[in-house]
């Protein structure tokens, strides 16, 4: 509901609807369902149960608001090599409002405005994402680490949703 929220304050209204509802499916709600502990994606508990996530493989390529969707293979130089592809504005925004509600269910009344900029570099910082969609959720996600979500919200539906 979180991720709904804040697709519609930036006018992401079909994207806020259809958030994750690969969710829903048996693949990932019997993970979901099996490892659930309200502090940290049940995904993680599958990894340390049996070395990789089931509904992460699945949930990532049915879900265009994550980066892992967005890898390919190169159609020039050596061949068979991945790397990632620019994301469409969209999905970098509802990518944020990800973030965001991922770091207020995940850390509770410990929540405040640069949680989701911490997480980035606690661990996204290295992975594989093209560059300008990098700087483009690093910016939004230190203009929310400085500025608050109203300032972000107005600037994401600006520069993102309603850019023509």
């Known amino acids: ?22 969710k829903y499916g048996f693949t990932e709600f019997w993970v979901g ?7 940290e994606s049940p995904n993680n508990g599958e990894r340390r149960a049996i070395g990789y996530s089931t509904a992460w493989l699945h949930h990532k390529g049915r879900n265009k608001h994550h980066y892992e969707y967005w890898i390919d ?9 991945m790397m990632p592809v620019r994301m469409p504005d969209r999905y970098i925004a509802e990518m944020i409002m990800d973030r965001i ?24 910082q290295n992975a ?30 600006k520069e993102l949703v309603q850019k023509k």
Do not use: N
């Open 101 to 124: 509600a991922a770091s207020k269910v995940y850390k509770g009344a410990e929540y405040d405005d640069s949680c989701p900029l911490k997480y980035y570099y606690e661990g996204t």
């Open 73 to 81: 293979y190169t159609s020039h130089g050596t061949r068979g090599v």
């Open 1 to 22: 509901m979180l991720v709904a929220k804040g697709c519609f304050r930036v006018g992401l209204y079909k994207q806020g609807l259809l958030h994750d509802l690969s």
């Open 128 to 157: 594989p994402l093209e560059d300008e969609t990098r700087a483009i959720l690093v910016k939004y996600l230190t203009m929310l680490s400085e500025e608050g979500e109203e300032k972000t919200f107005r600037a994401i539906k």
């Open 33 to 39: 369902a099996k490892y659930y502990r309200g502090i």
